[in-house]
């Protein structure tokens, strides 16, 4: 997918994306490309909140932010009083399109079978009618990634070690065309586990192995990864050099040859201090630029990721501890300790159906020590930040794009509604299924 | 793990685990502490909220609630200033405190099964839920068959024997389950037959089969005591059935009904089997198609106990709304929140809250849920679920309104004693961190010690030390491993039995 057929997409289906948002000032033909959102509290994230502030939108872009803006002729006009405008939550792990019910095999898309495979790409089967995406939007999320094979299992049970490419999209569009912000963010790593024990799916029961057993085999897969980048780095170097016809075509290696030009970061899943520290030896031997996630024990390496630089997504802070005899908080006050340490550090979801308490995620964090400003980064600024995204997304400033939520409220509390919610500078609807049905039976005749 | 190194591994947990429970034993059970709660802004749930409020509590119970009381000399005064306190909460769908597995899958009807058998008061979730503020909870069955085991209610009593958490008096349940699970439809053991049911048909049918049977189990019992009291003499009992009795038991009213469903066919479904053999149902877990049929909860008296916003993870659950909750309850139907699942119980007054954005509960109805509803689900209403004079003194103490993200529970108290004490927890891990690595010393000076254990008999026999050949030598441990955490992690956090 060229990007000069994104671009031309863009504007054929940009001008019919605002049927999906609300009927409300809505044009099927022409929808306003500009709007003023006046006398509002905007919390920019880029320095104090602005108390009495107008937003200017225009052509998707954030055209102008601040307390004496004038709304330029012809803008659509939202009194903002008693409102307060954020940019729009990111989610920057989930399965977003590529998984619809996590039960049926048939709608889920975000493991492919196998262990390595670093060409596959989430965005290729992100699904834009997914129910998930307007009721996740609903909750203020307007951007996400999909990542794909995450979970460090295919739908079978099967070992994923490289799960493929992460796609950063908008929670709204007619096509993937349309919806995506980058094809490629990250690929994703399953760093391999010392398991002891391990649940087989073939006959459903659990099963356990000798110690020295699982190390073994811990080792042939990491052996098996390292062969596998050697092999990415040389394809690399070999693609730099001779033409096409001087080496046989690997898609995988291909694949693999931005990662080893420390192009395009590894996102590798890993929760366990040792696991952790054994994945940054790698990464760093391997020159590769590693994004942490999933980091359940994140805070026992805290010194390591801090001096490494490495970023962290973390998992949802609303989970019990893994340890019995872990600090019953222990993942609730993990993000305050991180912050303090100084390591970088995003919430994720790390789901479809939850990926609406993202907010309430940040706030837990918050509540155990988090200070409010790092907690709503982490849900906004921070996951643009660790995937480079900073440039267009998680603040409002000047020419970043709009993807801006107006609420009644602190986002992150459960019972602040969204009132207005753009998209590419687009006012969307947070119309959904849910709400839907909901009517439809507030409806029902008595029986 | 091999097998030393799990023994090694397990007497450490058992040490670990007695030093945990050290941090929230309670005061021994003759001691009964009062305890004066001050300056509080008290949501009674039954009488709505007051302001810089006292409770006392004495001898467990809640002895009085008021603008101001004074302490009683000996008092124990907890200064909640700018705190709130609600009833403890009641969680009406629960898997905690169970030993081993919560499903007994291999047949249709698994009646003979109790979960009252297998409590385990030293599982690390009672602490947990308790420092999310839970003090009862309904401890149930797996969903793995249409008519599953015997349920039990508990109040989460840390520290004590697993013969000291049961309810006193809650009437007990039985957990039933339609749909997807107990026909099996997403998984399968390959090399095994399908179990029957595998419809939504055959699981009517395995009720109603087992109804019957157990109708006639009734009666041949019930024409036994009667010849019996008629003065017959050498008449013969009918042979006991385990399976049956417990389902006489719900006949007769004397067990509540917990029944797992999903889709509004099959809740329609089991309240007409309900009628047709004349017992009620008490509560419909998860029921997350309940409002699609609420009046027909409503006028059938059943109680729904509800997730507050889970969705999607199978096709029964793809038409789930965060608005069953105020939909049903809107409709006159009794209405409770529960987790399912360990650590989804430790913020249960969130879940709760999220009935306000969805649908538009007021502060009151959303706190019900996960108070007086479930009590009254679990008919335990003249005990716990409000704060009233004469009830359990189960309380907890947050440092905000509780149906907020930011609210974090500070003390949790089940009859009349505080069972979690976020300071105290906080102030004592550094002991319980020492404690840890002290053992972990321990242990290591032991594995290392270890071969020498073998050596007394060359050192008592010094005569023999010189035949000792280099092969002799103690081997050094094979198992010098690393144990920050988890070689021993498991593939899958447990998805609770949804």
Not at chain 2, 38 to 61: C, F, P, R, W, Y
Not at chain 2, 354 to 361: D, I, P
Request: aromatic fraction near 6%; charge should be neutral.
């Amino acid at each position: 997918m060229g990007d000069t057929s994104v671009s031309r997409l863009f504007i054929i289906y940009g001008a019919v994306i605002c049927s999906l948002g609300a009927p409300i000032r809505c044009n099927a033909q022409q929808p306003p490309s500009v709007y003023a959102i006046t006398h509002a509290k905007i919390v920019t994230l880029t320095g104090r909140p602005i108390e009495d502030g107008t937003l200017i939108i225009k052509d998707g872009k954030i055209a102008a932010v601040g307390a004496g803006v004038d709304v330029p002729a012809g803008a659509q006009i939202i009194d903002g009083k008693g409102l307060q405008v954020y940019p729009g939550l990111f989610d920057p792990v989930t399965q977003m399109g590529v998984s619809e019910i996590g039960a049926v095999s048939a709608t889920v898309d975000s493991s492919e079978t196998g262990a390595y495979n670093p060409d596959v790409i989430a965005a290729t089967a992100v699904l834009p009618s997914s129910q998930h995406i307007p009721v996740t939007r609903a909750a203020g999320i307007t951007e996400v990634l999909a990542v794909p094979g995450s979970g460090g299992f295919d739908f079978s049970g099967n070992r994923s070690v490289i799960g493929g490419q992460a796609s950063a999209f908008h929670l709204a569009g007619w096509t993937m065309e349309d919806m995506q912000i980058k094809r490629s963010v990250a690929m994703v790593l399953n760093w391999p586990q010392i398991q002891t024990r391990t649940f087989d799916f073939a006959t459903f029961t659990r099963k356990e192995k000798p110690y020295a057993d699982a190390k073994q085999e811990y080792e042939k897969q990491v052996n098996e990864l390292t062969d596998l980048m050697d092999r990415a780095r040389h394809y690399a170097q070999a693609i730099g050099h001779g033409g096409p016809s001087d080496f046989e075509r690997d898609v995988k290696l291909e694949a693999l040859a931005p990662v080893v030009r420390g192009q395009l970061p590894m996102l590798v899943f890993a929760n366990h201090a040792r696991d952790i520290r054994n994945a940054v030896e790698f990464c760093e031997k391997q020159k590769l630029k590693m994004i942490l996630a999933g980091g359940a024990e994140a805070y026992k390496v805290k010194d390591l990721l801090r001096s490494r630089g490495i970023p962290v997504v973390l998992g949802p802070v609303l989970s019990n501890p893994d340890e019995e005899d872990d600090p019953y908080d222990r993942m609730l006050s993990q993000p305050a300790e991180l912050s303090q340490a100084g390591v970088k550090f995003a919430i994720g979801s790390f789901d479809n159906s939850f990926a609406r308490r993202l907010g309430q995620n940040a706030a837990n964090a918050i509540s155990h020590g988090l200070s409010y400003d790092e907690g709503l980064k982490a849900v906004t600024l921070y996951p643009a930040q660790i995937f480079g995204l900073a440039d267009q997304f998680g603040t409002l400033e000047t020419g970043k794009t709009a993807n801006v939520i107006v609420t009644n409220g602190d986002p992150l509390e459960l019972t602040t509604d969204v009132k207005y919610l753009f998209i590419k500078g687009q006012l969307t609807s947070t119309d959904n299924k849910q709400k839907r049905l909901y009517e439809k039976y507030l409806n029902r005749p008595k029986p | 793990m091999n097998i030393r190194c799990a023994i090694v591994y397990a007497t450490l947990f058992a040490t670990l685990l007695a030093s945990t429970l050290s941090r929230a034993t309670p005061p021994p059970l003759d001691a009964n502490p009062v305890i004066l709660i001050q300056n509080a802004t008290i949501l009674t749930v039954s009488h709505g909220t007051m302001e810089n409020g006292s409770i006392l509590i004495k001898d467990g119970k809640i002895a009085e609630v008021g603008p101001s009381i004074k302490a009683p000399a000996g008092a124990r005064v907890i200064d909640a200033a700018g705190q709130f306190v609600m009833p403890g909460i009641i969680d009406c769908h629960s898997h905690i405190a169970i030993e081993g597995g919560v499903n007994e899958g291999s047949v249709s009807v698994s009646s003979i099964a109790n979960i009252a058998e297998v409590l385990d008061s030293e599982d690390v979730d009672i602490y947990r839920d308790l420092a999310g503020g839970v003090t009862t909870a309904n401890i149930l069955h797996g969903s793995a068959n249409a008519i599953g085991g015997q349920t039990i209610v508990i109040k989460l009593r840390w520290g004590q024997p697993a013969s000291k958490l049961p309810f006193e008096g809650a009437v007990p349940g039985i957990k039933f389950a339609l749909g997807e699970n107990p026909k099996r439809s997403n998984f399968s053991i390959p090399g095994q037959p399908k179990r029957y049911p595998a419809t939504r048909m055959g699981v009517e049918e395995t009720i109603r089969g087992a109804f019957t049977e157990a109708r006639d189990y009734k009666n041949s019992w019930e024409a036994y005591r009667k010849r019996v009291s008629a003065g017959e003499k050498n008449v013969l009992p009918p042979r006991r059935d385990l399976r049956l009795e417990p389902l006489v038991e719900v006949l007769d009213g004397k067990r509540y009904v917990h029944a797992h469903c999903y889709r509004e066919d099959e809740i329609l479904m089991l309240l007409r089997v309900a009628k047709e053999f004349g017992f009620k149902v008490r509560t419909l877990q998860h029921v997350l198609e309940g409002y699609k049929v609420a009046d027909e909860i409503a006028a059938a008296g059943v109680g729904a106990s509800t997730f507050s916003d889970w969705w999607a993870y199978k096709v029964e659950a793809y038409d789930a709304i965060p608005y069953n909750t105020a939909l049903l309850t809107k409709r006159g139907v009794v209405v409770s929140v529960n987790s399912d699942d360990a650590a989804e119980a430790t913020h249960l007054n969130q879940e709760a809250a999220k009935a306000m954005k969805f649908g538009g509960l007021t502060h009151d109805e959303a706190l019900k849920l996960v108070t007086i509803n479930p009590a009254m689900q679990l008919g335990i209403e003249k005990r716990v679920g409000s704060i009233d004079v004469g009830k359990d003194a189960d309380l907890v103490i947050y440092n905000h309104d509780p149906l907020s993200a930011y609210a974090v529970a500070q003390k949790t108290i089940v009859d009349g004693r505080v069972l979690f004490d976020r300071d105290k927890d906080i102030a004592d891990r550094a002991a319980l961190e020492k404690e840890k690595q002290d053992l972990l010393a321990k242990e290591k000076k032991a594995e290392a010690k270890k071969p020498d254990e073998k050596k007394p008999d060359t050192s008592k026999k010094p005569e023999n030390k010189p035949e000792v050949k280099p092969d002799d030598k103690p081997k050094p441990p094979s198992n010098a491993v690393k144990r920050d955490s988890g070689e021993d992690t498991t593939a899958s956090r447990t998805g609770g039995a949804q």
